[in-house]
């Protein structure tokens, strides 16, 4: 209710929408020689320290690449916020199709951000922006798996202990 609370009748909000989507990746074929910055290590040890254990980092791609051949599933849709009326819907159970034979072991995330309904999206995958591309880990080891194959991805949005700041939680299992 932003809006209804604190512009004025009329007012336009931008950006108009922005959506994020989804594709199973598999990192190695994503990134060459990964491994962190020596001084980041101290920086994420205590990270974990602050949160009682290590948990698997989502990982920012600076400059992620181009081919869309490097997804190994069907592009799906995972959020859709939409400034101007206030709807937005996040969580799910859907199933998502791998397109080739390939290796997974995680989700690439970019978003589409449109400014107005009558302007070009700019999108964090294809443009160069502010806003980075995530990977997130589903999978210690790659998994293999067949074209034609499909796995259960599963969304949740939950509140952080804020109250105020979104979290969100991904799943990615076997179909079968």
């Known amino acids: 209710d932003a809006k209804k609370r604190l512009l004025k009748e009329g007012a336009k909000i931008v950006p108009y929408s922005c959506q994020t989507y989804v594709a199973g990746v598999c990192l190695e074929e994503l990134v060459d020689n990964i491994q962190f910055h020596p001084s980041a290590v101290g920086y994420i040890n205590n990270i974990f320290l602050h949160n009682g254990s ?24 995972v959020e859709d916020l939409q400034f101007e009326t206030g709807n937005s819907k996040t969580d799910f159970e859907r199933f998502i199709k791998i397109n080739k034979n390939c290796k997974i072991d995680g989700l690439l995330l970019w978003i589409d951000l449109v400014v107005d309904n009558y302007s070009r999206s700019i999108n964090s995958l294809n443009d160069s922006t502010a806003w980075e591309v995530l990977y997130i880990p589903m999978f210690d080891i790659p998994k293999k798996y067949n074209e034609g194959d499909t796995l259960k991805l599963k969304c949740e949005k939950y509140l952080d202990k804020d109250g105020v700041h979104p979290n969100y939680k991904f799943s990615l299992s076997d179909s079968t």
């Not at 290590?54 to 849709?77: I, Q, V």
Request: glycine share 0%.
């Open 54 to 77: 290590p948990f698997d980092l989502r990982l920012a791609l600076t400059h992620p690449p181009k081919n869309h051949n490097l997804f190994h599933t069907d592009e799906m849709l």
